[in-house]
């Protein structure tokens, strides 16, 4: 019914830069926060960053300073600049969303994408 696609993964070395986007499609009738997780080898996903559909954010106090989150509501998209990269950055990146399928809803049900690789060197 909903489908979340990241992009913008890759390679980098450290210090440098990425930007990640993810779009929703689907059934949806309204999303309410959006936001990027992290998971890195053997550990736990973690929060990386939220919004709401508001524009207010969240992020980790881990990339405070270094990353921005935004997102464009009309086309339901959520985005990720990445700037400073550390090799601690490295972890497969994924976006959900909290969606609202019909105005009758009284619910949000949270979608998650597939996951992109960020990857940086020392």
């Known amino acids: 019914q909903v489908q979340l696609v990241e992009s913008g993964g890759g390679l980098v070395q450290a210090g440098g830069s990425l930007r990640l986007s993810c779009a929703a499609s689907?059934?949806?009738?309204?999303?309410?926060?959006m936001g990027w997780y992290r998971q890195a080898p053997g550990k736990q996903r973690e929060l990386v960053a939220v919004i709401t559909s508001g524009g207010s954010t969240n992020l980790a106090d881990s990339v405070k300073g270094r990353f921005t989150i935004s997102r464009d509501n009309a086309k339901n998209t959520v985005s990720l600049q990445m700037n400073s990269l550390k090799p601690e950055d490295t972890a497969v990146y994924y976006c959900?969303?909290?969606?609202?399928?019909?105005?009758?809803?009284?619910?949000?049900?949270?979608?998650w994408g597939q996951g992109t690789q960020v990857t940086v060197s020392s």
């Open positions: 959900n969303a909290d969606v609202k399928l019909a105005s009758w809803s009284r619910t949000y049900l949270r979608y």
């Open positions: 689907g059934s949806i009738f309204s999303i309410n926060g």
